[in-house]
T-cell receptor, first 114, second 114 residues
Framework: KAGVTQTPRYLIKTRGQQVTLSCSPI?????VSWYQQTPGQGLQFLFE???????NKGNFPGRFSGRQFSNSRSEMNVSTLELGDSALYLC?????????????FGEGSWLTVV | AQSVAQPEDQVNVAEGNPLTVKCTYS??????LFWYVQYPNRGLQFLLK??????LVKGSYGFEAEFNKSQTSFHLKKPSALVSDSALYFC????????????FGGGTRVLVKP
């Protein structure tokens, strides 16, 4: 069974640009969450989607957005990139939104903003 | 609000010796607790979780964790460490109710010396 797949794995963007990251969850998983990992702030929750609806949102500015498609695949978008957005962005999937499900992570997308 | 603390930034242990990585948590209601491991330039790999039941949870690669409600701790243990266990370990707490938002500790780097 394939794991959580994230694309692209590495990308470099310029300040002011926007970026879209993609995530395909484990087959059968309907909940997708996104996290940002930086050396200074650690792992921080961005948002969670289930059945194409945002169920929960972390404390990030509106430049960070996401969506989920009917096949459970998800994308996140960051507009007007800032240097501080350089991070590893991790996607995670779970069966549903019931608490206690095992949450599996992808390999992440490394974003560098120059 | 939920929170997780990993009091040690780094743990050094000799190969073959027992390994313990500490984690304490704060959460309203019953906690859902997780341990993940991250190897360099990789995503998070699930090790084990505590939902309810037996306080000793067994997970992947010989790891186990002990849930202690009175001390609000969930320490990760391995009886005999391997050099290949050298990695970054994260403790996380999930909401007691529905949802998959994880709150992570700051991480503990484990270095196993031959």
């Amino acid at each position: 069974k394939a794991g959580v797949t994230q694309t692209p794995r590495y990308l470099i963007k310029t300040r002011g640009q926007q970026v879209t990251l993609s995530c395909s969850p484990i087959s059968g998983h309907r909940s997708v969450s996104w996290y940002q990992q930086t050396p200074g702030q650690g792992l921080q929750f961005l948002f969670e989607y289930f059945s194409e609806t945002q169920r929960n949102k972390g404390n990030f500015p509106g430049r960070f957005s996401g969506r989920q498609f009917s096949n459970s695949r998800s994308e996140m978008n960051v507009s007007t990139l800032e240097l501080g957005d350089s991070a590893l962005y991790l996607c995670a999937s779970s069966l549903d939104t019931l608490g206690g499900n095992t949450i599996y992570f992808g390999e992440g997308s490394w974003l560098t903003v120059v | 609000a939920q929170s997780v603390a990993q009091p040690e930034d780094q743990v050094n242990v000799a190969e073959g010796n027992p390994l313990t990585v500490k984690c304490t948590y704060s959460v309203s209601g019953n906690p859902y607790l997780f341990w993940y491991v991250q190897y360099p330039n990789r995503g998070l790999q699930f090790l084990l979780k505590y939902i309810t039941g037996d306080n000793l949870v067994k997970g992947s690669y010989g790891f186990e964790a002990e849930f202690n409600k009175s001390q609000t701790s969930f320490h990760l243990k391995k009886p005999s460490a391997l050099v290949s266990d050298s990695a970054l370990y994260f403790c996380a707490v999930g909401p007691g109710a529905a949802g998959n938002k994880l709150t992570f500790g700051g991480g503990t780097r484990v270095l196993v010396k031959p």
